[in-house]
């Protein structure tokens, strides 16, 4: 006799008791609530970071030669907003873009600039008053930095076209999670 | 949509593309959005209830998928599989809350080559309970809880990289290779966490288990 349960008819038995036991559903105003970023709640912050962030010159301190830059890539403008604002350059160590997925490591230069277990990165650039997309970027070995998050549709083919050694068409602002 | 267009049906019965396309708008139709909600709420819980283990965890999992489909509402895709794109959005959020407290574990890659040689293609992939049951919805009640804390403790043991396998493979219905294109490993790689999960699962559906779904102390 066969005694096996098959393993999906299992999963799908406790998945259809998981559904019966759901609790209500939020209301929509409260997801949107909930859903609104940083940079939404408190515009007038944004706009100001925004601002001194565009002024950070594209290589500003980094007297670097061609050859290196190319093995190092290019230093991206950052701002990282914890108690106060510090400029300082993040250099992307790893970019790719697999299936809408975007995946990047960073590290972020500058000694004064004490290390998070998290920061919730902002993606800006100079032609946009809002954010291009926000991830959360995790601390992980070497103290880099990993994004990893599914990238608006319209950014999908112009960023999946980066290298390392490519100056990223964006800027950064990074703020600690413990200070959200 | 403009308000001639706007059809005359109960906003519960639109289709998912009319209520993307209202919750795209500036500001988003929060009756459009309640809707969505409702349709979508209880299979996404399911779901993020076999991924997380955990009835708190998976509320919360569930609730934050939704911040992130508004925070992209207006790249969605008024035509594209809805279901399919929130049930990928809580999986990637899940992967990335346990990437941090992930560690080597039983399906670290390093140890997949001997587990293939190890599961043969004949062992199948069923769980051995006491009965034959075509039907798990008939047990009587009590051996239904009983059951289901049984599956509870042995998704709980599994790592968090196995239980979005088994998602993936089993409610989901993708194949191997489907899994491996989206998480850039291997059919092969895919096969392996998928066997060693279901080993684990019939490990820990040990005796106790089968005693406790026949209804006898275990």
Redesign the interface.
Known sequence: MNRGVPIERLLRWRHGQAEADAPPAPSAEHLLELARGWWERWPERFRAQLMRLRQMPLAYGYAMSPSERDRRGHPVPTLVADAEDVETYTRVTYINVREARFRMRFQVEGAAIRPHHAFDAIFVSDASESPLCAALAVRSHADEYRVDVDLPGHLVESWGALRVTDQMPFRMILRPTDAL | MSDDSRPSSPITEWPDAWLLAAIRAEP?D??A??AL??RY???L???C??LTAN?ET??DLA?ET???V???RR?L?PHGNFSAYIA??AT?IW??WS??SRRAGPLADHRLASLDAELGVGD??????????SD??ALPPEE?VAL?LD??RV?AGLSPRAREV??SR??DGESAAEIG??L?RTEQTITSWIREA?RE?RQQFGPSSAARTRGGAP
Request: proline content about 2%; aromatic content about 6%; overall charge positive.
């Open positions: 988003p929060v009756s959005l309640d909600v409702a709420w209880t299979s819980y399911a779901r209830t076999l009835s998976a509320s609730q939704w911040c992130r508004l925070r992209a790249g895709d990928r959005i990637n992967r990335d990437r941090s199948g992939d069923t769980v051995l309970l006491r009965d034959a049951l798990l919805d239904q289901r599956v509870d998704l088994l998602v089993y409610i294109t989206r850039g279901i699962i």
